[in-house]
C-alpha cells in the first residue's frame, strides 16, 4: 500500500520557521517529480511548490518565493518543505504529492500527481 505521510506542521508565530517533512513508503518516487500544495479554510487548494525527479530544477507559487525551499533525498523517499519568514496567509493544510509520470518537469497541476498525503496543519499567528 503507498502511503505519503506528511509531519512537521504546528503553530508558530509570525516571522517564524517551519520545515514540513513527506516520507513515502509502499513504492519508491526517485524519479517522479514531488509537490505540495496546500488549502486554507474556505479556499480551494493551491500550489506551493514542486521538484523534478532530482532537485535539479524546482518551481514555486508566486507568494512562497524567496520564502520556502522545496528539496528532497531519494535515498529516503522524502520531500521537504522549508519555510521561512512566515505570515498569517500561510495558514492551511499542507499536502504532499507525488506526480504520475516519470522523469517529468515540477508541475503546478494538481491533476498530474497521483498520490497524496492526508495533509499536515499549519497555522501562522499574528
Known amino acids: 500500500q503507498v502511503q505519503l505521510v506528511e509531519s512537521g506542521g504546528g503553530l508558530v508565530q509570525t516571522g517564524g520557521s517551519l520545515r514540513l517533512s513527506c516520507a513515502a513508503s509502499?513504492?519508491?518516487?526517485?524519479?517522479?517529480?514531488r509537490g505540495w500544495f496546500r488549502q486554507a479554510p474556505g479556499k480551494e487548494r493551491e500550489f506551493v511548490a514542486a521538484?523534478?525527479?532530482?532537485?535539479?530544477?524546482?518551481d514555486y507559487a508566486d507568494s512562497v518565493k524567496g520564502r520556502f525551499t522545496i528539496s528532497r533525498d531519494n535515498a529516503k523517499n522524502t520531500v521537504y518543505l522549508q519555510m521561512n519568514s512566515l505570515t498569517p496567509e500561510d495558514t492551511g493544510v499542507y499536502f504532499c504529492?507525488?506526480?504520475?509520470?516519470?522523469?517529468?518537469?515540477?508541475?503546478?497541476?494538481?491533476?498530474?500527481?497521483?498520490?497524496w498525503g492526508q495533509g499536515t496543519q499549519v497555522t501562522v499567528s499574528s
Open positions: 521538484t523534478n525527479w532530482n532537485g535539479g530544477s524546482t
Open positions: 509502499g513504492r519508491t518516487f526517485s524519479g517522479y517529480p
Open positions: 504529492a507525488a506526480h504520475r509520470f516519470l522523469y517529468s518537469s515540477p508541475s503546478h497541476d494538481g491533476r498530474e500527481f497521483a498520490y
